[in-house]
């Protein structure tokens, strides 16, 4: 993080929806992918669910990382963009190569539900 910019200053601003603030934090050298240890979140995921789009937009714009998950929420961007209802958002993730994870209890596709509990591979 430079001098010009403030991480925890840029997440607020992406929270809130405010893409200028959003934009001079990122010029200024913010990592759009650091989760801070007092947030345990990511920019991106927590504007995603403060249903903040164009944000989230510019954020995937400025590199920030469409597979990295928020600790703190558990979940990843296309799984906040699904969550948070923003549906275009949502299909740009999974155009742009995100991956929603199954449904806890849901079969990972080849394997039976049984077989992951085990370690063991496909049936």
């Not at 991480?7 to 200024?28: F, P, Q, S, T």
């Not at 944000?55 to 929420?73: K, Q, R, Y």
Request: charged residues 20%; aromatic residues 8%.
């Amino acid at each position: 993080m430079s001098s010009g910019g403030n991480w925890k200053e840029m997440y607020l601003a992406a929270c809130e929806g405010d893409i200028e603030l959003v934009r001079y934090h990122v010029r200024h050298g913010v990592d759009v992918n650091y989760a801070h240890p007092e947030f345990l979140s990511t920019p991106l995921v927590a504007c995603i669910l403060a249903k903040r789009e164009a944000v989230a937009e510019f954020l995937i714009d400025s590199g920030a990382n469409i597979h990295l998950p928020s600790e703190f929420d558990g979940v990843n961007p296309v799984q906040a963009a699904r969550q948070a209802g923003l549906m275009r958002l949502h299909q740009r993730l999974l155009e742009l190569g995100a991956v929603e994870p199954p449904a806890a209890g849901q079969a990972v596709e080849g394997r039976p539900w049984w077989r992951s509990l085990f370690g063991r591979g496909a049936a």
